[in-house]
């Protein structure tokens, strides 16, 4: 059976204070960038909107942290995970759990999205 968190705190919690402390600071990232972003669940993972509209999500797991900012939000930033070899697919990027997460990068995707989503409501 899943889990079902009720919010980002409760998700937050399940993990070892090191990772924690990773996924706070990502956290603290999204909402330092990003005006108002709504905080929620989607697809048992931390999420957030932005102007009603998905933004990006991020989970942790055993060897790493998941960062979804969409497809567009992946093709932008290949360049970088190529650099710094980190692990991508479609839609994902995989910080591995025993670096510093690239708070610079991911405050750039979310700019991205932003920007994405703000060009679609124009």
Known sequence: MKNTFKN?????????????????ELR???????????EYIGYQ???????????????GYKKHIGFYP???GIKAFEKDFREKE???????V????????PMELVQKMAE???NEIDQKKS
């Open 94 to 101: 995989q910080f591995p759990i025993d670096q510093d997460i």
């Open 112 to 114: 991205f999205r932003m």
């Open 8 to 24: 980002i705190n409760e998700y937050i919690l399940l993990f070892p204070d090191e990772v924690q402390q990773k996924l706070l």
């Open 45 to 59: 993972m931390p999420a957030f909107k932005y102007k009603g509209k998905p933004l990006v999500y991020f989970a």
């Open 86 to 92: 980190y692990t991508y697919s479609k839609g994902a």
């Open 70 to 72: 969409g497809p567009e």
């Open 28 to 38: 603290e990232t999204i909402h330092r960038t990003v005006p108002d972003p709504e």
